[in-house]
């Protein structure tokens, strides 16, 4: 996948992210053609050591010829340092700056888009295809432009030296470098298929690690090592063929060039001794000759890497072309001090699943200060009327209204700000405690992330962690349970101080002791805010102002518990069991 090839002509578009630095460009230019020329010049050098220093007999000349190669070859290893750091320099220039922009680009995407595209996947982007950028930019350009450079002059060379032999080695160039092409693109092809076999035993192995526990339980590492052992076998038969083809690359090789060369020394030599040549001509024929041959060698292997140079950047553009499905206006909400919220006939289905309706003529008010619960059946459509009030999702039908203003003509970022979510899954860095607390208010002092977490009953807790409030909760927080990360969200929640608060099936993995702590500090949060809880625990909302009963995506009822409980079937069927479930609970335990 990451090694697939694209059209050479998409990397005109990465030439953009070249532009800011011109000047190092030219630089890089400037020493790119001063090596090339210089390294051309050499095969005359050599004909001068040649025919002049040992075939004159005189030592002088000997030594002048000889100090001219040795600056030739001075200004060589100095253009080269020049070129290889300022080209290098810009691949890695460029691929840190696409990796941002990228990143960037990605962070204000609509969740969606993380749905129908495998977060895996993207991140392989960010990472594989951008280093792949840089080292087609940092060497194999260079490398290109290079051979280029060097084929082309001492092609010129050549032929200005002996026309006759260079007509001979036209001629019979195909038939040297046809069959090392053709191994050579079996080489290659067999590289980047090695290449994704080692990949995908990389991420074989990963999978098993994060599931160790299941693999574990079901005694199923005989099983996992067998399945791994095949990977490998796998991976190792694809990278057996490559290095076999690769033998037979080289043996093919020096056939072809010892051939070749052997060839062009005969028909050379038989010149020499017939004084239609110089033996420095043909010393320095040959030096043109190699260099051509390298150049094309290079060339075609050069050519394999910028197809795939460019599917890696149609990958990359790609990520910075998508663009957000929600609209952000330009326009910012003063703080009102207000509250108040409006479902004004809501229909909405998720875009990975067009056929169902999550939400369905939904209508709801909430007025400022309040506090609402929805209660209802697992898949309602309880928690996607959060997703829309923070504008993760756009609404297929109706308009939803934060103090009569459509909130789609807010700033997503005024929108936000007035919003604090405690997510059924609370979501936790992988961080400290403190960073976590803090996350939707880095500035924060130290004692207001005590008091959020002491409202949140976590500040306990936390003190008891190793290291307080700077203990590292590991990966996701795995090293806090739900009941302790649930809290942790809650304080930060709290931390941002938010107008409208929403809170889905926030207390659901506490204890009971625990839950009514939480409650209470909920209570004193709740004042003065406009609240919407989701509880499947009737017993946590009775305290709340008004209760909605969601089912299949609509309000089906609101009112009291008292209210509902009359005249809701739905909500009295629910209360019922629940309350039975306590009756029998406590039968239970006062027959134990
Ligand atoms: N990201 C999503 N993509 C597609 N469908 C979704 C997505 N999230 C939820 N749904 C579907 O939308 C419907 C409503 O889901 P929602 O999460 O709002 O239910 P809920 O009332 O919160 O349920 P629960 O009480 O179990 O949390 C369900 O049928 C669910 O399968
Ligand atoms: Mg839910």
């Not at 960073?435 to 008891?464: D, L, M, R, W």
Request: aromatic letters at 8%; one cysteine or more.
């Amino acid at each position: 996948m990451t090694n697939s090839k694209g059209n050479p002509s998409t990397l005109l578009a990465v030439f953009k992210y070249l532009l800011p630095y011109k000047f190092r460009m030219i630089v890089a230019a400037t020493a790119l053609i001063v090596t090339a020329l210089a390294t051309l010049s050499l095969g005359k050098g050599i004909e001068a050591i040649i025919d002049q220093g040992f075939g004159s007999n005189d030592p002088a000349k000997l030594t002048d010829s000889i100090t001219t190669l040795l600056i030739i070859s001075g200004i060589i290893a100095i253009g080269t340092f020049v070129r290889f750091y300022y080209i290098s320099w810009l691949g890695e220039r460029v691929s840190a700056d696409l990796r941002k922009a990228v990143f960037a680009n990605l962070v204000y995407l609509h969740p969606g888009y993380f749905e129908s595209n495998r977060p895996g996947e993207i991140m392989s982007r960010l990472t594989t295809d951008t280093t792949l950028l840089q080292t087609i930019i940092g060497s194999w350009l260079s490398l290109a432009l290079r051979s280029t450079l060097t084929l082309a002059g001492a092609l010129v060379m050549m032929f200005i030296t002996n026309l006759k032999l260079s007509l001979i080695i036209t001629a019979s160039v195909p038939m040297v470098f046809l069959p090392i092409l053709v191994f050579g693109r079996r080489v290659r092809k067999l590289s980047s298929s090695s290449q994704e076999s080692v990949a995908s035993v990389g991420s074989y192995a990963g999978e098993i690690f994060q599931q160790i526990k299941v693999v574990q339980s079901h005694l199923q590492e005989k099983f996992e090592i067998k399945a791994f052992d095949g990977e490998v076998e796998k991976a190792f038969e694809i990278a057996r063929r490559r290095v076999r083809q690769r033998a037979l690359l080289v043996c093919v090789a020096m056939i072809m060039l010892f051939g070749g060369f052997a060839g062009m020394m005969s028909a050379g030599g038989h010149d020499v001794i017939s004084g239609e040549m110089t033996a420095g001509e043909l010393g320095s024929f040959v030096f043109y000759a190699i260099m051509v041959g390298s150049g094309f060698a290079t060339l075609s292997e050069v050519w394999g890497e910028i197809q795939r140079a460019a599917g890696a950047a149609e990958r990359l553009l790609e990520l910075l072309d998508a663009s957000s499905n929600i609209s952000n206006s330009k326009h910012d909400i003063k703080n009102s001090s207000e509250g108040q919220l409006t479902f004004s006939n809501i229909s909405f289905y998720y875009p990975s699943r067009p056929t169902k309706l999550a939400l369905n003529e939904f209508n709801l008010d909430i007025k400022t200060g309040t506090s609402l619960a929805l209660v209802g059946p697992s898949g309602g459509g309880k928690s996607t009327v959060f997703e829309l009030l923070q504008r993760f999702y756009d609404p297929s039908k109706g308009l939803i209204f934060l103090n009569n203003t459509d909130i789609k003509k807010m700033s997503l970022q005024s929108l936000r700000s007035e919003i604090a979510l405690v997510p059924q899954q609370p979501v936790l860095f992988t961080a400290d405690v403190r960073y976590n607390i803090a996350y939707g208010k880095p500035n924060a002092t130290e004692n207001e992330v005590i008091s959020a977490a002491k409202a949140a009953h976590a500040h306990e807790f936390i003190n008891q962690l190793p290291d307080g409030y700077s203990s590292y909760l590991g990966e996701q927080g795995v090293r806090l349970s739900g009941g302790q990360k649930q809290r942790v969200a809650l304080a930060r929640a709290i931390l941002n101080d938010p107008k409208i608060l929403l809170l889905d099936e926030a207390t659901s993995a506490l204890d009971s002791e625990s839950e009514q702590a939480v409650q209470l500090a909920l209570k004193d949060m709740m004042q003065n805010r406009t609240t919407i809880i989701i509880a499947h625990r009737l017993s946590t909302i009775l305290h709340v102002d008004k209760i909605a009963v969601i089912d299949k995506g609509s309000v089906v009822a609101t009112g009291s518990h008292s209210e509902l409980i009359k005249s809701n079937q739905l909500y009295s069927r629910l209360a019922q069991i629940q309350f039975r479930e306590g009756q029998d609970l406590a039968v239970k335990e006062n027959s134990a």
